[in-house]
């Protein structure tokens, strides 16, 4: 089964800096990859992708946080990583990553695309 931790979120003061990481395991087929992207949930219930990378190498971002967060990946860890520049009180909600295993990534934001979740981030920005 494969299995999804996330960690770093916590309170942060507006314009400051957060990094959240996520690791995958339990794939046991080498033909496939792990397809990992980032998604957050307002508190009112709105959910949106922020961002992803694909299998060709391209990062993708929602344009609300083009230019101030930046996907990175560690492939000897199999982690990924958020970081989060120039904080907005808007950028409060909870952030998921999750994952889902295929021959190649799209680096599609489409939640049900996606089979496996992350415990979420909480990250509340304060002024």
């Known amino acids: 089964q494969v299995q999804v931790v996330e960690s770093g979120g916590g309170s942060v003061q507006a314009g400051g800096s957060l990094t959240l990481s996520c690791t995958a395991s339990g794939n046991t087929d080498s033909r496939y990859h792990y397809c990992l992207a980032w998604f957050r949930h307002y508190p009112g219930g709105e959910r949106e992708g922020i961002a992803s990378i694909a299998t060709s190498g391209d990062p993708y971002y929602l344009g609300s946080v083009r230019d101030r967060f930046t996907v990175s990946q560690d492939n000897s860890k199999n982690t990924k990583y958020l970081k989060m520049n120039s904080l907005k009180l808007d950028d409060t909600a909870t952030y998921y990553c999750?994952?889902?295993?295929?021959?190649?990534?799209?680096?599609?934001?489409?939640?049900?695309?996606?089979?496996?979740w992350g415990q979420g981030s909480q990250v509340p920005v304060t002024s």
């Open positions: 999750a994952t889902e295993l295929a021959t190649f990534c799209s680096g599609a934001f489409r939640p049900d695309r996606y089979d496996y």
